[in-house]
């Protein structure tokens, strides 16, 4: 992935580019474990987006920062303008890999003192490039703010146990998450997929390193008001393939069933 580039899209909540509950399902399709595969604008950009770039969708006009992050799966192509005049515009499609509620945000006030080489309050449109070294100072930024990062000592692991399972009302129904029981599963499991043996930082190198899905062996939205997740037993990591392989059946089929159906 070496020469990745990254490029910031905006949402309008109070418009068509991504309303509060179209916004409230991806949140919940990605808690799911589901990938969600969007078409964007990027009508500031005729080319330079290709396969593979990363992006970061910046939430404008109120409870502003950025709310997800994904990669290109489609380079630029034009398509009818999504106002519906009949013009043409620029679209790219991207697959989000995190996707979060509006409240957990990377707020655009740290966004701002954190990676201030980007002009967070004058985005004018979806496709702004983020240069270099501020691209990376961004992806680190963002990895801390959704907890990508495992702690180092694995040994650290307690008996603790995490509440999820919550119901907020909003929108639509959003199961609440707790970071913290994601870096614990790490802690203990380890970056390995328990399926199928995968591990990012083998395959990737440094774009890899702490990157893994966590997968709830059992489903959060079947979790009751104020259930206590222990990490050990209900949490495993799976690679992206795999967690999406589980929930291929419904209800999801456990680690143990999947490996079983491998093809050695």
Excluded at 9 to 35: F, I, K, M, Y
Excluded at 130 to 136: F, G, L, T
């Amino acid at each position: 992935m070496a020469g990745m580039a990254t490029f910031l899209l905006t949402g309008n909540p109070d418009g068509p580019g991504w309303p509060d509950p179209d916004h409230e399902a991806a949140v919940e399709a990605a808690a799911a474990g589901r990938s969600e595969l969007q078409r964007w604008s990027v009508a500031l950009r005729r080319s330079g987006i290709t396969i593979g770039d990363r992006a970061f969708l910046v939430r404008q006009r109120r409870q502003r920062g950025i709310v997800a992050s994904g990669h290109f799966s489609h380079a630029i192509y034009e398509a009818e303008h999504w106002d519906g005049s009949g013009r043409r515009t620029t679209y790219a499609d991207i697959e989000f890999d995190q996707v979060l509620a509006v409240e957990d945000r990377l707020p655009v006030e740290v966004l701002k003192g954190r990676v201030p080489a980007v002009s967070w309050d004058r985005l004018q449109g979806s496709g702004v490039a983020v240069a270099q070294p501020h691209d990376q100072d961004l992806e680190e930024l963002w990895q801390a703010h959704v907890g990508d990062t495992p702690y180092a000592n694995p040994e650290e692991l307690t008996a603790e146990t995490y509440a999820e399972g919550d119901v907020t009302r909003v929108m639509v129904n959003r199961y609440e998450r707790d970071r913290n029981a994601r870096a614990a599963c790490i802690r203990h499991h380890g970056l390995t997929c328990l399926v199928c043996g995968f591990n990012y930082h083998e395959m990737y190198g440094p774009l890899g390193r702490d990157f893994i899905h966590v997968h709830h062996v059992r489903e959060i939205s079947t979790l009751g008001p104020g259930y206590r997740v222990d990490p050990k037993r209900d949490l495993v990591p799976l690679c992206a393939n795999c967690h999406a392989m589980v929930h291929r059946r419904r209800p999801a089929l456990t680690p143990s069933q999947l490996k079983g159906r491998l093809r050695g």
